[in-house]
């Protein structure tokens, strides 16, 4: 949801006045919102699993032409992707020097910058060297002024006995 959206300001009360995004993106069908959950369902909902989920690309295609269903499946993306619009547009507003970060696939654990998903802490066994890497990000990192905020991902261990 956040890949290929650079932080930005812009006004989000268009957004905010409503308690259920789908009727923002009913109301105000062409707004930077309603492309942003156009853009982010294509992206992120692959029609091969489109397919498996409801039998058809029915939804697909009414997306596509402009419009947004009162699915349920797209009441849950569209809630998702109202916070992801709101926190993208008033992080810059807070600070114009804010940053959003990411890790990818096959980066190395750092306590620093990221947060792991599991319920059990990140623990390295007695006689044994432990990498930890990104398997799947499910949260980007931000730093707004002094504060960070974790990218959250779930790792793997790979574990090397000790002396090699």
Not at 39 to 62: G, T
Not at 101 to 118: A, T
Not at 141 to 153: E, H, P, Q, Y
């Amino acid at each position: 949801m956040f890949n290929g959206m650079p932080l930005r300001s812009y006004d989000v009360d268009d957004v905010l006045r409503y308690d259920d995004p789908i009727n923002s993106l009913i109301d105000n069908p062409k707004t930077g919102f309603a492309n942003f959950c156009r853009e982010k369902y294509m992206l992120a909902v692959h029609p091969m699993m489109e397919m498996s989920f409801f039998r058809n690309l029915d939804q697909r295609m009414f997306i596509l032409s402009g419009r947004h269903p009162r699915t349920p499946f797209y009441q849950i993306f569209a809630r998702m992707a109202k916070w992801v619009w709101i926190l993208q547009g008033i992080a810059t507003s807070i600070d114009p020097n804010a940053q959003m970060f990411s890790v990818h696939r096959g980066s190395e654990f750092s306590d620093v910058y990221l947060e792991p998903v599991q319920e059990e802490g990140v623990v390295v066994s007695k006689g044994e060297q432990s990498n930890f890497k990104v398997e799947f990000m499910v949260m980007p990192g931000f730093r707004i002024g002094s504060t960070l905020v974790k990218s959250r991902a779930y790792l793997s261990e790979t574990k090397h006995p000790a002396g090699t």
